[in-house]
């Protein structure tokens, strides 16, 4: 789903440029410690289509810039969404690509996608500010999963392990907020919207992508709510 054709019935289905779970809902809750400050800078890592990026920027975050290393998306997203700078870029360029540093770097269900994820929260750290906020919004590892990595989330974040990746990559970890029953509702509710626009997704992509969407997503919940899979706002700062 991280190709631009799987981005864009992304947002068909959740009715705005967004790829991750909870929508609005779940940008306002990940940024409710984060006070509204025209003048800071923030960095959306894994932007996609843009729409949390200009969501918070419309909202008075600050400025917002971001990355995604799909062109397509990256293109679409400029002619969407000009007062948002963005990027073609790959987590681990990032330093050789934006000139900036920022005060606020967030990901919203992207670093789960991320194979080197303690070189990637170094990297980023080369572009904080002293004292920059880290807001990772993600899937993590259930209480009732095993040692063996879920093959729908590899990466899903185990929560005994990301104060130390943190640490190492030069960040100070925060509170952890668990979001286990809102990822189980947002996905209910999400995979009812897949039936509902049905005619939808298949008049993009035909009744292959409708066939693939809906089992991944149902099969997604039903991992979620029988707890091998959760979610969680992670948060830190730069040390």
Known sequence: MNSFEGKRILA???????????????????????????DQWMLDVGCGRGGSADYLRRNGWG????????????????????????????????????????????????????????????????????????????????????????PMMPHAIRLSEIAAMLRDAGWEPGAVEDL??????????????????RAEIEKIGGADWYNFVFS???GLHGVIAGGELGGAIVHARAT
């Open 180 to 197: 286990n029953l809102d990822y189980a509702r947002w996905y209910a509710t999400f995979v009812e919207r897949i039936q509902l626009k």
């Open 63 to 150: 400025h917002v810039e971001g990355i995604d290393r799909d062109a397509e998306s990256i293109e679409y997203a400029r002619m969407t969404w000009p007062e948002v700078g963005l990027h073609v870029c790959d987590v681990l360029d990032i330093a050789r690509t934006v000139s900036r540093t920022f005060d606020v770097i967030y990901m919203l269900n992207a670093f789960y996608a991320f194979d080197r994820q303690r070189e990637a929260l170094a990297e980023l750290r080369k572009v904080a500010k002293p004292d920059a906020r880290l807001v990772i919004f993600d899937y993590t590892v259930g209480a009732k999963a095993d040692d063996t990595p879920n």
């Open 12 to 38: 068909l289905i959740r009715d705005g440029d967004y790829a991750h779970a909870g929508e609005e809902e779940a940008i306002d809750g990940s940024f409710r410690s984060i006070p509204k400050n025209p």
């Open 216 to 218: 991944m997503y149902s």
